[in-house]
């Protein structure tokens, strides 16, 4: 079998301590459609870096029916229900570790992220993610608190509305869609070191399948500023994205690009994709592992059938050392 790597997005070789007490809980509501998993309490004191919190373990989701997901939307919250703010966030990570990723299959399927700007990832209509009863969503949750306020008992929300394939009719209109992550690091681990001033990385990666991406996004840190797609084989700009950023360069979002109207932008199987991601660090130093650059859209494939050798049913065995995070 071939092995699969932890991660990608968000892996590296430093360690954290473990957080106590934070555990998964995932609420179904079958009348409203809606799964809503919850991570904590967790405990965040005022001027703790990524490295210094410790960080909640793994934890995994175990989905109890055959459904498509439609959409993420992430929160946090105090214990009484209070908005808590996505600068407490540094990232979190949705794995589905009974598949593998389309473009890079040494990783596992990425279904979903999210980092401070606590990216909403709204329905597409007609299309969503098909998960099957007994698959394992690993959520990976990192936390830090560079403000000035500690925050006890914080819970990360993530609101997943769905349609139940048991229910018949509508999960037949649904198309699956999978997730694409166009990495500047290709198919390697994202981070990257930043050199100060004006930079620019590129990297390219093969689409294997036909099919059509429905839109684009894009993922970034601090100081980045635009992130460009192009079609290499078509010699087409697929979508430039500049990114939004307060004064001192922090990440505020990236946009996204939509081309559902159009029926989406085509892939065919073997062209190349290459993706650029800009940076301009005003810190005067080198951010080691600082920078991701990452494209993030869906893509609907022309035929099904050929994305079933994706899954696999067991898992592999992981590579402990990986599996800890680096931002
Ligand atoms: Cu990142």
């Excluded at 703790?48 to 498509?68: F, G, N, R």
């Excluded at 939307?73 to 570790?97: I, Q, Y």
């Excluded at 609907?300 to 402990?320: G, T, W």
Aim: one cysteine or more; hydrophobic letters at 40%; proline letters at 6%.
């Amino acid at each position: 079998m071939e092995h699969m790597r932890h991660g990608g997005f968000m892996q590296g070789g430093m360690h954290h301590a473990v957080a106590k007490g934070v555990t998964l809980d995932a609420r179904v509501d079958a009348a409203a459609h809606t799964v809503t998993l919850r991570v904590g309490p967790m405990n965040l004191p005022a001027h703790t870096s990524h490295m210094k919190m410790p960080q909640p373990p793994d934890l995994i989701w175990e989905v109890p029916m055959d459904a498509w997901l439609l959409a993420y939307h992430p929160k946090l919250v105090d214990a009484s229900g209070n908005a808590v703010p996505g600068t407490v966030l540094h990232h979190v990570a949705f794995w589905n570790e009974n598949r593998a990723d389309f473009l890079c299959p040494n990783k596992e399927e990425h279904i979903f992220g999210a980092g401070s700007e606590l990216t909403d990832w709204a329905e597409i209509p007609g299309y969503g993610y098909y998960v099957r009863n007994g698959d394992k969503i690993r959520i990976e949750t990192m936390m830090y608190n560079p403000t000035a306020t500690s925050y006890d008992k914080a819970y990360l929300e993530v609101q997943i509305p769905f349609v139940d394939a048991s229910a018949g009719s509508v999960g037949k209109m649904i198309q699956n869609v999978y997730p694409a992550w166009m990495d500047v690091n290709s198919c390697a681990d994202s981070s990257y070191d930043v050199p100060t001033g004006k930079s620019e990385k590129t990297g390219t990666v093969t689409v294997k399948y036909d099919g059509v991406l429905l839109g684009v996004g894009g993922h970034l840190h601090d100081y980045g500023k635009q992130i460009v797609l192009q079609d290499a084989s078509r010699k087409e700009t697929v979508a430039t994205l500049d990114a939004k950023s307060d004064e001192q360069g922090h990440l505020e979002s990236v946009p996204v690009k939509l081309f559902v109207q159009e029926g989406g932008y085509k892939f065919v199987k073997g062209d190349m994709l290459k993706v650029s991601a800009t940076y301009d660090n005003p810190t005067g130093k080198l951010l080691r592992d600082g920078a991701m650059g990452i494209a993030v859209g869906y893509f609907a494939p022309a035929d099904e059938a050929q994305m079933a050798a994706l899954r696999r049913n067991s898992k592999p065995p992981h590579d402990m050392a990986g599996m800890s995070h680096d931002h």
